[in-house]
């Protein structure tokens, strides 16, 4: 039995991956279901423009239904046995699930591991800055990982970085606390701080902040605005408060 060469068997896979790069290269599968002229089966279960259950009829007589209701016949189950079609705006459709898709990704929380780096003989002033960035990405929901990076001879005494983390863990113990324990590796110290809250409480603490200021500032010019009008109304009529008061009086002889 003949066998091919490591070159042949080189040249036939990358053939084989050719060949099906060819086959897809028309385009890909598009996710969106069928509506109207392009459902392609000779009858189908019907759903109705409220819910209701018209029941199995023929293709064509589902598309006039759709016309006489002004609507759009679209599959939504493609592997019911017949398919089942429903009387629906499928522009509107869209948009609604545009919108949707659009707000669980607003409220989806991914959680995002921040790294901060320092020294064991940090200074006062660098490590309340240092401090600063880790109390607010524990209040956004994020967990910190905390890494102290030793030099030279400091790495015969990890005792300094050990206190330094414990420290900084017992300033912020509050708003996190310890996931990882402080632990070397190689010339850094590592540890990982944990927020209390979760991602999706913060989110939600962050637009309700957000929209307090908003309100507050549209208070603001809202009393600026009414304001307005009444020192414009009082400079008007000084004007002819005086001008009645400078008047000379009638002379009763005359």
């Not at 002229?37 to 409220?50: A, F, K, Y």
């Not at 809250?197 to 908003?214: C, D």
Request: aromatic residues 6%; proline residues 6%.
């Amino acid at each position: 039995m003949y066998r091919l060469g490591w070159s042949h068997q080189k040249q036939t896979c990358a053939s084989v991956r050719q060949a099906v790069a060819w086959c897809y290269r028309g385009g890909s599968i598009s996710a969106e279901p069928r509506i109207n002229d392009r459902i392609r089966v000779p009858e189908v279960r019907l759903v109705g423009p409220s819910g209701e259950q018209v029941g199995i009829v023929p293709l064509a007589k589902a598309l006039e239904l759709a016309q006489e209701y002004d609507l759009d016949l679209v599959e939504v189950a493609a592997n019911a046995r017949p398919p089942v079609c429903k009387l629906m705006d499928y522009g509107k459709f869209k948009y609604e699930s545009a919108m949707k898709a659009r707000e669980a990704r607003k409220n989806q929380a991914h959680t995002v591991i921040k790294e901060m780096k320092l020294r064991p003989k940090i200074d006062p002033h660098d490590y309340d800055t240092k401090k600063g960035h880790v109390v607010r990405f524990l209040k956004q929901g994020d967990k910190v990982k905390i890494t102290i990076m030793f030099r030279g001879r400091e790495q015969s005494r990890p005792e300094l970085g050990f206190r330094l983390l414990q420290r900084l863990a017992s300033d912020v113990e509050e708003l996190g606390f310890i996931e990882s324990n402080p632990k070397q590796d190689g010339r850094n110290m590592i540890m990982v701080l944990g927020p209390h809250k979760k991602k999706t409480e913060a989110m939600a603490e962050a637009r309700e902040a957000q929209a307090a200021r908003k309100a507050e500032r549209q208070g603001v010019t809202s009393e600026e605005t009414s304001e307005a009008p009444a020192a414009e109304t009082e400079a008007a009529e000084a004007p002819v408060v005086e001008a009645e008061a400078e008047a000379p009086a009638e002379n009763p002889e005359a």
